[in-house]
């Protein structure tokens, strides 16, 4: 199963909540994702007209699809129930709330990300966060 995550996600923000959400792909997009050949790391979401759209996220052209190839960076729009959009629409209302994918995978033939509700670390959170990592490994190579 193929599953790209977005690292850097959990060290900038504060996740708070999380949401799948289904993505509309074209042409040969879907066989690039299941080949691996997708980056989000910049990627954010963005809601206008009552839609969710994830903004530039990376798809490599596949290799073999000539004529059907895509934009690698195009807006693609996300498959939400209304009242999830509704309820994200509002927390990103709140100031210092963002949208950002967490997670893309495949999912019974279908691919799926994962959408996280977050909240900006500040620069000692992320010290913070840099400090229990190195604890944890240190603990682990104690243990051993």
Do not use: W
Not at 30 to 59: C, F, L, V
């Amino acid at each position: 199963m193929t599953e790209i995550k977005n690292k850097k996600a959990y060290f900038n923000y504060f996740v708070e909540e999380e949401y799948e959400a289904g993505i509309v792909l074209s042409g040969t997009e879907i066989k690039s994702i299941r080949k691996g050949s997708t980056d989000i790391k910049d990627s954010y979401i963005r809601i206008k007209d009552n839609e969710a759209y994830i903004i530039n996220m990376y798809i490599a052209k596949y290799d073999v699809g000539e004529f059907y190839n895509h934009d690698e960076y195009r807006e693609r729009k996300l498959l939400l129930h209304r009242k999830e959009i509704k309820k994200l629409k509002d927390k990103v209302a709140i100031e210092g709330y963002s949208l950002i994918p967490l997670k893309v995978y495949i999912k019974k033939g279908y691919a799926k990300i994962l959408v996280g509700v977050c909240k900006g670390k500040k620069i000692y959170d992320k010290r913070a966060s840099i400090k229990e990592k190195d604890a944890k490994r240190i603990d682990r190579q104690n243990y051993n």
